[in-house]
Nanobody
Framework: QVQLVESGGGLVQPGGSLRLSCAAS????????VGWYRQAPGKQRELVAT???????IYADSVKSRFGISRDNAKNTVYLQMNGLKAEDTAVYYC?????????WGQGTQVTVSS
């Protein structure tokens, strides 16, 4: 069964940090580009960061210098370290795995940044 399971979301104060995890099963994880997307209420889903099978990374301009994406192929897991969180980072964060035309999505985890 192909599955991506996110964890690590929650409520954090502005300026705080969170680390999201996404564990994959049912896919050959090392072949996939994996990444994080987010969707805030009333807005379209947008890319946050991705990491390719060759460890090349892409970040949205809004999160560069604050967020870091990494992958552990031994654990079939991708991480998103989020530092310096702002209210505008509040969203549901989704994990995605891509190989060619195949996309697999996780169910999402809520991140709320509020004092």
């Amino acid at each position: 069964q192909v599955q991506l399971v996110e964890s690590g979301g929650g409520l954090v104060q502005p300026g705080g940090s969170l680390r999201l995890s996404c564990a994959a099963s049912g896919i050959t994880f090392t072949l996939y580009t994996v990444g994080w997307y987010r969707q805030a209420p009333g807005k379209q889903r947008e890319l946050v960061a991705t990491v390719s099978s060759g460890d090349n990374t892409i970040y949205a301009d809004s999160v560069k210098s604050r967020f870091g994406i990494s992958r552990d192929n031994a654990k079939n897991t991708v991480y998103l370290q989020m530092n310096g969180l702002k209210a505008e980072d509040t969203a549901v964060y989704y994990c995605k795995a891509t190989l060619g035309s195949r996309n697999v999505w996780g169910q999402g985890t809520q991140v709320t940044v509020s004092s």
